[in-house]
């Protein structure tokens, strides 16, 4: 196994590791905005936007070009999308596995 790429993967797995960044990205879906639009529409500074985008820009996750003053950021690989919707069916996954055990355990003691 390549450890290089490896490490890459650890790295672009980090840039979605935070539950702001998932945000923006799901933001980002409905097409490019401008980072005005995502402190305004997210709740959130602008500084700690900007720190967020700058950690998806550096993984190449997004990109951004320059209208006049407006930053207008974009994805830059909307298979991004695939990635987070598989997370999120493996999530509804572990949620129903969970929830078949408790309903076995309950069963097991008595319960409905």
């Keep these: 196994m390549d450890e290089r790429l ?3 993967e650890a790295e672009f797995f980090k840039a979605l ?11 980002l879906k409905e ?3 401008c980072v005005c639009e995502f ?12 720190q967020h985008l700058a950690i998806l820009r550096k993984q190449n996750i997004v990109g951004c070009r320059k209208e006049g003053l407006k930053v ?3 994805v ?9 919707n598989l997370v999120e069916d ?8 969970t929830l078949s055990l408790l309903n076995k355990r309950n069963k097991g003691k008595g319960g409905e």
């Design 6 to 8: 490896c490490s890459m």
């Design 17 to 27: 590791a935070h539950p702001t960044r998932v945000r923006i990205l799901k933001h």
């Design 90 to 97: 493996i999530l509804v996954s572990q949620v129903n596995e």
């Design 31 to 33: 097409g490019e905005k």
């Design 39 to 50: 402190t305004e529409d997210l709740d959130i500074e602008q500084s700690n936007m900007s």
């Design 72 to 74: 207008i950021y974009k």
């Design 76 to 84: 830059n690989y909307p298979q991004i999308y695939e990635i987070l």
